[in-house]
């Protein structure tokens, strides 16, 4: 299975911004969809944004559109999460998640997670 590492979660104020990076284990990730999922306190684990094996085609979730960007570079096995004007509402722990392909939202194999806290 593909490890992977999340780092680059912090406090932040709101509009402020965080880069996420998801560092995979082996050479075999660019054979996958990535994505990143977030969990608020006392809330379900939500998909946040996906993208395909070679990063031409994404997803975001609505609340995010137009703030947050995902890209990915196979060369350094890794995926990255740009967020911008973030919101208190944006507090939670983000995970990395490996797809079989970018048409499914059920992960293979997660990440640990990383804390993001807005304060308003």
């Known amino acids: 299975q593909v490890q992977l590492v999340e780092s680059g979660g912090g406090l932040v104020q709101a509009g402020g911004s965080l880069r996420l990076s998801c560092a995979a284990s082996d050479r075999t990730f660019s054979n996958y969809a990535m994505a990143w999922f977030r969990q608020a306190p006392g809330k379900e684990r939500e998909l946040v944004t996906k993208i395909n094996r070679s990063g031409d085609t994404t997803y975001y979730a609505d609340s995010v559109k137009g703030r947050f960007t995902i890209s990915r570079d196979n060369a350094k096995n890794t995926v990255y999460l740009q967020m911008n004007s973030l919101i208190p509402e944006d507090t939670a722990v983000y995970y990395c998640?490996?797809?079989?392909?970018?048409?499914?939202?059920?992960?293979?194999?997660w990440g640990q997670g990383t804390q993001v806290t807005v304060s308003s």
């Open positions: 998640a490996v797809l079989v392909t970018v048409y499914t939202n059920s992960p293979i194999n």
